[in-house]
């Protein structure tokens, strides 16, 4: 095929097969463990309300691409925000430019791709009770996920406003709505974080023993408390998560004792780290996102897209 194929946010989001998008994550976050990724790390540029950020990519045996994303927050509701923008297909071969898509509904799933890698790796054995913390896109995506590919778990939804709750909880035909997000926090097996926030939602003194934490918010200010952050074993989607400053690296990691491990969670996915270990210790998942689950997730609706029909070619 020449010319570029072009998909509106519809027509990606008809593209983004979520079991072909988990497995392509798992293959960019091993990938990323074993260095065989190329990624620099998020560069910004910043407005006084948001930013821009920029995040090329290329992962062998799944592509080369570029995401362009703002991440802008709404200063009538504080706390919420939106991430909007592009991500652009290339050849990995030749460089020809192969695809045009929505940046805002990939990125919503490839995150939810690796929240969920994360809980599966990391949690306990028989864990059921997964709570998600959050009403916005990406809570909703990560809902449909879980309907999607753990539908008999136990499914909670807490967030500050009861109707939108209750909005993203009918994203998943079994969830329900908690009163507050201590009360959902307290006895889960795996909480998992989508929100804006500015400051922690999460505190260690709501965890109970054994507890999963992936978080994936978090772009202006911490989701965790230092305190949860301190008694769990960490682990990220690339060394950068704690190495960086934001927004390349995770609010939550800065400043991490000297010698304090972050391990990655592909070394896990691949068997090349035990993950979580013995007890009933707490883990967390720190995820930043990553270029390379932007190219996983292209990669899929790439190939989606021209199985299927989907789009509209250009010459560009």
Do not use: N
């Not at 304090?260 to 930043?288: C, I, N, Q, Y």
């Not at 292209?298 to 250009?314: I, R, S």
Request: hydrophobic share 45%; proline share 7%.
């Amino acid at each position: 095929m020449s010319g570029v194929l072009v998909l509106d946010r519809a027509r990606t989001a008809a593209a983004l097969d979520v079991r072909r998008v988990v497995d392509a994550v798992a293959t960019a976050l091993v990938a990323i463990s074993r260095d065989a990724v190329s990624a620099p790390p998020r560069i910004a540029a910043r407005t006084p309300s948001g930013l821009l950020g920029a995040m090329p990519g290329y992962v062998p045996g799944l592509g080369l691409a570029a995401k362009l994303v703002s991440v802008f927050g709404d200063p009538a509701r504080p706390g919420r925000g939106a991430h909007r923008g592009m991500v652009a297909l290339f050849d990995e071969h030749d460089g020809r430019p192969l695809a045009l898509m929505d940046a805002e509904s990939l990125t919503a799933v490839r995150t939810a791709a690796s929240a969920t890698l994360g809980a599966r790796a990391l949690a306990r054995p028989g864990a059921r009770r997964y709570v998600v913390v959050g009403t916005g896109a990406q809570a909703r995506a990560q809902l449909a996920l879980l309907a999607e590919c753990h539908p008999d778990a136990e499914v909670v939804v807490a967030g500050r406003d009861p109707r939108r709750a209750r909005e993203a909880a009918a994203g998943h035909p079994g969830a329900r709505v908690a009163d507050g997000i201590e009360e959902a926090v307290r006895g889960a097996d795996v909480v998992l974080c989508c929100t804006g926030a500015t400051s922690p939602v999460v505190r260690r003194s709501w965890l109970a023993p054994g507890t999963h934490v992936s978080s994936v918010g978090g772009s202006h200010g911490p989701e965790l408390d230092a305190d949860t952050v301190g008694d769990a074993a960490l682990f990220a989607e690339w060394h950068g998560a704690a190495g960086s400053p934001p927004p390349a690296g995770a609010h939550e990691l800065q400043g991490l004792p000297p010698g304090r491990e972050v391990v990655l969670l592909g070394s896990v996915l691949a068997g090349d780290h035990p993950g979580r270990g013995e007890g009933d210790g707490l883990t967390v998942f720190k995820s930043t996102g990553h270029a390379a689950l932007d190219v996983a997730a292209a990669h899929v609706v790439h190939a989606v897209a021209l199985a299927e029909g989907l789009g509209t070619t250009v010459d560009l």
